[in-house]
Nanobody, 122 residues
């Protein structure tokens, strides 16, 4: 069982930046593809970004390309999501997830964190 813990969310103004972090308790992340998803009120959870086990490949949703970046430090057992040029429409709960396979669907991910709130004011 992998328990994921996110941190780094907060309330910021449009145009600001945040860095979200995700670390597990009890297991190493290096054997998992890692992803970030988000869910706004009244909307379905959507894919934001994913990174391969080695960190050599990443995938970003079109809505965040050029503004967000995903990275990982396997030595620190941590995955990051850098959020730049934030917009009010980025407001959501952001979830970290771990997958033993790969994909952009929520069903491809085996373990989830509790989420961290990101609120962007205009």
């Amino acid at each position: 069982q992998v328990q994921l813990v996110e941190s780094g969310g907060g309330l910021v103004q449009a145009g600001a930046s945040l860095r979200l972090s995700c670390s597990p308790s009890g297991r190493t992340l290096s054997t998992y593809t890692m992803g970030w998803f988000r869910q706004a009120p009244g909307k379905e959870r959507e894919f934001v970004a994913a990174i391969s086990r080695s960190g050599g490949a990443t995938n970003l949703a079109d809505s965040v390309k050029g503004r967000f970046a995903i990275s990982r430090d396997n030595a620190k057992n941590t995955v990051y999501l850098q959020l730049n040029s934030l917009k009010p429409e980025d407001t959501a709960v952001y979830y970290c997830a771990a997958s033993r396979s790969i994909g952009v669907r929520t069903s491809a991910y085996d373990y989830w964190g509790q989420g961290t709130q990101v609120t962007v004011s205009s």
